[in-house]
């Protein structure tokens, strides 16, 4: 029994992993001053348990600390990946290259403090990741170091301990990295007087002005160019713009198909979006005072349906191949993807997890169910050989050295950026092979966590054994560095953002928090400024800004070690 609470052993192991984060969790949960830094309280826990001489099993803590890094950036990258590419729209390729900037600005700052002080250029990449809370860009620069110590004939034991002093650097500078950034936030906005209310109404307005959701016309048929002539050769070249969702003449309302003739006086409802409305008005003429409980209460044969794609055939389908007006009668009016009302054009991929909007009779509507699955709790299943194969190609690409000219040692993307881009790009482009990757947000979010705090936990608990010594053998300075790493590149950017870029300043703490990675931030700034804004434009460079991070932390290991 003593075994179990003293050994090395695997039981032990699993018992002191469950003990740290159990017990980081729930100090996580206390705030001050509303801010928590969650659950990076359990790597502090992991540190003073290591210290105090309940230690891990090495293999067990290795492998324990890869693997959580890996499920933790793979679900980051499954998530962020569908929305990644379209980032780089409205505005985002401006977010992006501040980002990369303040990346490069902290890696700058680094190798400027190595030289100017005289600490190591390794450890300057454990403060610098803690000073950006990237626990990712510490986990890669760790495995880069141990790799290329042991290529260089050190013990993999001498060479796990140099990589683990990297984790001490990182646990004294990430306070900083969480109060240092919270704190230039609340600075920023008094002295620029920011008035929150009016940045929101400002972004809500260019919002509205550009939005490309789902927009309901109700227009009479007015041009005489289209008289008496069939649906299919009005819509012509112009099907990925507006749904005929329905269509009232003589008082009776029914689905059109690409045969019906249009005539002088016909209303129809359409489903376009708000760029489309004038052109819409030139083709069909004018709107008309009705409203869509108009059309309901008129309506006694057709039935409107809200229908969940479910079949994981049906990922990668063009909206067309369906062909669910022409064989059932039933229009697809709006297709609802993550929250989102998209015109349903026939060139839409479909994607499973996605809702159709559909109008038609009880009877069509229910062979279309039929058609799309609509089993909403199949859903629950995640998808994991998607996520497995994916992580398998993901180490592969990982282990693929890089060389850059003037670097002695060819760069790896390693455990950490070889997965996080093959989920990005699985994300993407998974639906458009038939490749289904859709896990429901709880599911993506579990893997993330138990990643996370499976990596902290050993992250804590490799570190312990010499954090207070380091600390006091000069370490103290790292919070120091770790100031300077935090706050010089969030000034900087800031007041490029704010004064050249002219960026709102909700999207501004959205560049921000992304560009640091920095969640607990991110919950910060979410609460206190009460927008949904901050975590679109946190997405926006998040996965750009964590895949420099790994780079950049690998590259001044390589450069320490030349």
């Known amino acids: 029994m ?33 801010v928590s830094i969650g659950s990076t309280w359990i790597l502090f826990v992991g540190i003073i348990f290591s210290h105090f001489g309940l230690r891990a099993n090495p293999t067990a803590l290795s492998f324990v600390k890869d693997f959580g890094l890996i499920l933790f950036v793979f679900s980051i990258g499954l998530q962020v990946g569908p929305g990644f590419f379209h980032s780089f729209k409205k505005g985002g390729v401006v977010m992006n290259l501040l980002a990369v900037g303040m990346v490069l600005m902290a890696g700058g700052l680094a190798i400027a403090l190595h030289y100017l002080t005289g600490e190591r250029l390794d450890t300057m990449v454990g403060v610098m990741s803690g000073a950006v809370t990237n626990t990712p860009g510490l986990g890669a620069a760790q495995q880069t170091l141990s790799d290329v110590l042991v290529s260089e004939g050190i013990t993999p034991d001498s060479a796990g301990e140099a990589a683990a002093k990297l984790a001490s650097s990182y646990a004294v500078a990430y306070p900083i990295g969480v109060l240092g950034v919270i704190l230039m936030l609340i600075l920023f906005k008094a002295v620029f007087k920011i008035d929150i209310d009016k940045e929101r109404k400002a972004l809500e307005d260019e919002d509205a002005a550009t939005v490309e959701m789902a927009r309901r016309m109700h227009c009479e048929v007015e041009n005489p160019a289209i008289f008496d002539k069939p649906l299919s050769a009005v819509v012509a070249g112009h099907e990925d713009q507006f749904v005929v969702s329905r269509m009232m003449r003589d008082g009776e309302i029914f689905v059109p198909g690409p045969d019906t003739v249009l005539r002088k006086g016909d209303k129809v409802l359409i489903v376009t979006s708000q760029h489309n409305v004038d052109q819409i008005r030139i083709i069909f003429g004018e709107e008309v005072p009705m409203h869509l409980e108009d059309w309901k209460k008129m309506d006694v044969h057709l039935v409107s349906r809200r229908l969940s794609v479910t079949k994981s055939s049906l990922t990668g389908q063009h909206l067309k191949n369906l062909q669910i007006r022409s064989t059932y009668g039933v229009t697809v009016t709006r297709v609802l993807r993550a929250g989102v009302e998209l015109v349903a054009g026939p060139n839409l991929i479909l994607q499973m997890g996605d809702s159709i909007q559909v109008v038609g009779t009880k009877e069509a509507i229910d062979a279309v169910s039929k058609v799309v699955g609509n089993k909403p709790e199949t859903l629950s299943h995640p998808n994991l050989v998607p996520i497995f194969a994916g992580i398998a190609i993901g180490v592969i690409f990982g282990s693929i050295p890089i060389s850059f000219p003037g670097i002695p040692q060819p760069v790896k993307l390693g455990l950490a950026g070889g997965p996080l881009i093959i989920a990005i790009l699985l994300g993407h482009f998974g639906p458009k092979f038939r490749i289904t990757t859709y896990t429901t947000l709880s599911a993506n979010m579990m893997i993330r966590e138990i990643g996370i705090n499976l990596f902290l936990a050993a992250v804590g608990l490799g570190a312990g054994e010499n954090f207070v010594s380091s600390l006091v ?36 703490c959205g560049l921000i928090t992304g560009s640091t990675t920095n969640p607990p931030v991110l919950a910060f700034a979410q609460g206190a400024y009460g927008s949904d804004y901050t975590s679109l434009n946190y997405a926006t460079v998040y996965p750009l800004s964590m895949f420099m991070r790994v780079l950049v932390a690998q590259l001044l290991i390589l450069i320490a070690l030349a």
């Open 2 to 34: 003593g075994e179990l609470f003293t050994g090395m052993g695997i039981p032990h192991t699993i018992l002191l992993f469950a003990a740290v984060i159990a017990i980081g969790l729930f100090l996580g949960r206390f705030k001050f001053k509303g």
């Open 473 to 508: 053998g000069g370490g103290y300075m790292w919070i120091l560095y770790g100031a300077v790493i935090t706050i010089v590149p969030i000034l900087v950017t800031m007041l490029v953002a704010r004064l050249v870029c002219k960026l709102n300043f909700l999207q501004i």
